[in-house]
């Protein structure tokens, strides 16, 4: 190799964007990172030998005669049990004051499992909310999203979420998180007493966006180290992916891209597959969950960021404050867990799915009751009984403070259901209602 | 002499290569990036410079790699042994590939070339020869893998020897050919195809005259798909579309089975992968496996790759159709198959159409879905290949581009339906707005009258009515309240509700339920329709309600039971008491 591009340096610059600029080079290699006037760059195009950069912090003050020095390799993160209990930008650099990792340097976005070598997921992941483990329940190898308004508690349930589950690593990836909200996520892990089992890839609000894109990357490197050298079971949070998308609208658009529905870049499908594509059951043990959070316009899932994830993970997870019980609850109508199947019952006592169908059609009644209450008609006997067991329902299990074992959870169903109704009501198979339907007293 | 070229220009995967010879539209070449070759399509040419897309990703690559031009297009291997394979995109085997993570530059044989077959001669040597004509078979399975005179030889030829029984691998020459100038020419039991043309070999395509059986109701009954037809399947997501693909891949009345996961979730594929072997083919009592070929390229893998993947399907299903066989194509999802278009066009900096798809989406969604069909081959026995595609529209919404070009070349439309998936009313196929054109066929009219009962077609227009009736029913009861609506009114949404409950829906996860042989659903439907001539005088409509509730809750337990056992006429003597009582 006659001329190692690294020791290249140029320092006239062919154009400049918001996110981007253009110089001439030579010997650059597609994806490889620079340096321009020391801020971190990625190369996106080469035409001739007309180089594109994005750089990640924006080229606010980047004059033409920035220094660019090109450094011959994409991305990496050096990775090893040091991670453990770490904070990084989205660089990989440590930003908690700690020293630097040693380990061994992995290039970030790596190669994708071969589907073939893969296992179908079977371990179920307790979160001790009811409205997940009873109606939605969470299976490793799983990716799932929060769909949540922006007013909503999203990065306090998955918090929670992530701090009750029994994962052996828990690999939060914060994107665009404010700054309140990160020291929430750091406060939270450091009082549980749970930080050596956490390694945080944290960009704020106060960060440029474009930086953003590494984040998901970053962390899924790091799940895939544990996940795949050490045979452990990660849980990867992303929060918040809409800000992720909206970082990819921003580069595609300054790259002259032509968007497509709702101003996101037409690979919108591909580059947000490739994020949750990561969620993994290993063969060997080893699994990447991933639970992402999707902020939502007003509730508006038919845009192209919640629909094309939609269309990518297995399910759905739906918080809503009830003004019944006053609580936010996980709502069981548009929540979905794809897998639930299998486990539910396998893994869990064998009338976890019975008990969860009557529950939730019960609530559906109570919605009836609701509609018609609101139109004046009289209720019935029924009726009554039906709005009674919502608000108890939503107090006592569909509330995202709940903490209780699956066992547990199905116990509280019976007692609801031997409050409220007769037993032909709940429509149970029998041998159900005789095991476990609760003594009068 | 093939061209070779050098890389000048990269974005993502579209790199453009200056040539210093001849290269052709869709040819493929390989890049060398640091050791690794990465296959690519030429996919566009403006003098020297050529685009090309690559089928991996293009980390690493620099201005100034070397090219290699193959003078050929993608193709696939055909042979023995491509059913129960598990494929990427690109036909590689990703049964055989090394390490849990894909590898870049990792390209595996399709075909092993070591297994021995046990191959029977069909032509005798002397006898005149065309491309696609049976020179002799081997046994894939139970089923006979017909040794064809591979479809790129053009004009006649001579079989100038052939081996006798034995067992042979598949690069044994089986045959020798002397073609018109007297050149001989050896054919082995494996050919190239390129993916991208059509396999033609047949010596015509007559309209579809018989209906594939699906076991499913709401497809059999109401909207049959034809055997060498299409159908498509839109709807948005958790809609049930995924587990209705799976149910006719288990279930279709084929001998073939090419299932193409093209973009969608691995978990899904994994769940093939970990079913299907298990499975019983309820026609032949064989596992589904066997008589499967799964073509994988799931969403995180190269969209380029993608984009080939459903090419790749289609040709391993004319390639059986080719042997005179049944075959069933299921893609799921077209519309991500869309989607990996509209990244190279706009790549490509092309004017986009509407969406940002490329302008021509619509004539080469028809193309594609223009290679199924029936035929009948040189020696007039018939093949057929049946695709059905699912689509996932953006948003739910059926007026996005590749629904409505989807719309304009598959014969059938089963529309999946929020609403119905909400209220768990499963399949969520919406029994108005679908469609089947082929109930329009008076072959097909003729064939159902013939093969199912006199006069079927009138019953399927009928319960198509009953539903139609059943929703005004149902929305003046809505508008006006139930006291509002005279009785005639509840009657006519609670005969829908039956037909809805007992004939539409279907437990995909049970064991009877899920398979409706067309003798049954001809049974149940009669039935049915007997009970909705009837005249009824309830004296308010709490009573029909609960009357109608009963009727549809034994009904429903007549599905669950094995078809006339004992459990099945319980339920039957249930319903006629019921019924007599009733009037």
Redo the contacts between chains.
Sequence with gaps: MANKAFQRIYTQLEGITKATVSLKA???????LAVVNGRLAQV??????LVTLQIFSGTEGIPTDAEVTFLGA?PTLKVSEELAGRFFNAYGEPIDGGPAIDGEER?I?????????????SELIPTGIAGIDLNNTLVS??KIPFFADADQPYNNVMAQVALRADVDKIILGGMGLSNDDYLYFKHEFESAGALEKIISFVNTTEQPPVERLLIPDMALTAAEYFA?DKNEKVLVLLTDMTLYADALSIVSNRMD?????DSMP??L??DL??IY??A?Q??DGGSITIIAVTTLNDGDI???IP??T???T??QLFLRSDPDSGKVIIDP?RS?SR?KQLVQGKKTRDDHSQVMNASVRLYSDAQNAKTKLENGFDLSDYDLRCLDYAKAYATRLLAIDVNLNTDEMLDTAWGLFGEFFTKAETGIKQVFIDKYWPDQK | MKSTGKV?????NLV?VLTDGPVSQNEICYIDCEGTKLMAEVIKVNGKSAAVQVFE????????NTVEFEDRMLEVSLGPGLLSS?YDGLQND??T?T??????GEYTDPLNHEKLWDFTPIAKPGDKVIAADWLGEVKEGWLPHKIMVPFSFKGEFTVKSIVPAGQYNIDTAVAVLTDAEGEDVNVTMVQKWPVKVAIKGYREKPRPSRIMETGVRVIDTLNPIAEGGTGFIPG???CGKTVLQHAIAKQGDAEVIVMAAC?E???E???I??EFPELIDPHTGRHLMERTTII?N????P?AAREASVYTAMTICEYYRAMGMKVLLLADSTS?WA??L??MS??MEEL?GA???PVDLSSIISSFYARAGMVVLNNGQTGSVTFIGTV?P????LKEPVTESTKKAARCFYALEQNRA?KKRYPAVNPIDSYSKYLEYPEIREYLSEKVTPGWVEMVEKTKNIIRKGRDAQEQINILGDDGVPMTYHELFWKSELVDFVILQQDAFDAIDSVTPMDRQEYMLRLVLDICDMEFNFEDFEQCRNYFKELINILKQMNYSEFHGESFNKFQDQLNNLLSNGK
């Design positions: 030579a010997g650059v290699s597609n994806d490889e996106v195009k080469t035409k001739g030998d994409p290039q976005g790596g190669p994708s499992v071969n589907p073939y070598k893969r296992k179908q997921p190898g799983q795949v891209q032509i968007p497509s529905k037409g690979s499908y591909s597959a490739k594509e990561k993994v290993l063969p038919t845009h192209a629909d094309n939609g269309y990518i297995e399910g109508f979905l897998l | 000048t220009g990269i974005v993502s453009t990703s293009t980390r690493g690559l620099k201005n100034g598990s990703l049964t590939m390490g849990v993570f894909l590898k870049r948005p997501f958790g973009g979730r691995a978990n594929v994994v769940e992968f970990t994988c799931t969403s995180n893998m969209v991500r989607q990996a509209r990244e706009n790549r986009p969406d940002a798809f996932s953006a948003g739910g919404n909400d």
